[in-house]
């Protein structure tokens, strides 16, 4: 069981949608239980086979064997102090790029000073498995059923079972490639690299990803 918190947004549903249809069960978590459950009905609709439900953020967090934190940066600290004893022993997967957006000056990185946002939630959940992916990875594509994906998730961890959960969860969202970036606190470089993408996007008007060459 997958649970998506903060799952209404872009990244959120974008990945619930992909693992669903890879067979995974999802479930949408937010602090309006009803809109949780709006948004996975909408994406049931887009895909009949998948099983998507919603809850509020702690419902999803208790059920759930994986959790994906996908709120907003600020949102972080205050919602994880709030789950903590949901999220012992518990996968975290941790989506988030801290950014702010200026007129004229686009996306850039917002200092963290446990280092990353990935390592700041582990500060907080010293009982979990944190693990940083999907940064930069597409909202919008991941949305769109249709559209096959390209790119590389790079996996960060301190933990190597969780990092395999997570490298084996990446592999069924067809032609994305999971690569190991070791340890967590190699997290922040690939944080700090998402507000480039995003400002490159709005550049050339496309959904950039990254790619390892080499390999």
Known sequence: MLAFLGGTGPEGKGLALRLALAGEEAIIGSRDAGRAASVAEQ??????SARVSGA???????????VFLTVPYEAQQPLLKQLQEWLVGKVVVNVIAPMR?????GASAVPVAAGSASEEAQHLL????VVSAF???SAEELQEPSIRMEGDVIVCSDHPQAKAVVTGLAKKIPDLRPVDGGALA??????????????INRIYKIHAGIKIVGL
């Open 43 to 48: 994406l049931n609709q887009l895909a009949p």
């Open 56 to 66: 509020d953020n702690s419902d999803a967090a208790a059920r759930a064997d994986v």
């Open 101 to 105: 957006f200026e007129r004229g000056r």
């Open 126 to 129: 010293p009982q979990s498995l």
């Open 135 to 137: 940064q930069t990875v």
């Open 186 to 199: 190699n997290s922040r470089y690939v944080e700090q690299i998402t507000p480039l993408l995003v400002n």
